[in-house]
């Protein structure tokens, strides 16, 4: 069975740092893209950055030279590293991947930009 589990969300500063955690179990990690997904307050999910297993990235446009996405397919967890922080990055953030055609979530993990 497919577990995504998010840790490292939280409430921090607008020009600060976040990095975010996605702890993968149930299925061949190394195997699969795995993304990352925020949803804020009344807006549409969005996809944030992607990994491919071969370690191809995309990042949407207005996160490009702010957050990084990286794997660790020892520990089968990948990261959002968030830099420079602004308030319209606050979000839930999800990590999910795909495995013949079923898309798997996590819960969500809370993170907001705020003085």
């Known amino acids: 069975q497919v577990q995504l589990v998010e840790s490292g969300g939280g409430l921090v500063q607008p020009g600060g740092s976040l990095r975010l955690s996605c702890a993968a179990s149930g299925f061949a990690f190394r195997s699969y893209t795995m993304s990352w997904y925020r949803q804020a307050p009344g807006k549409e999910r969005e996809l944030v950055a992607y990994?491919?297993?071969?370690?191809?990235?995309k990042y949407v446009d207005s996160v490009k030279g702010r957050f990084t996405i990286s794997r660790d397919n020892v520990k089968s967890t990948v990261y959002l590293q968030m830099n420079s922080l602004k308030p319209e990055d606050t979000a839930v953030y999800s990590c999910s991947t795909t495995i013949t055609g079923n898309r798997s979530w996590g819960q969500g993990t809370q993170v907001t930009v705020s003085s």
């Open positions: 990994i491919t297993s071969a370690g191809n990235i």
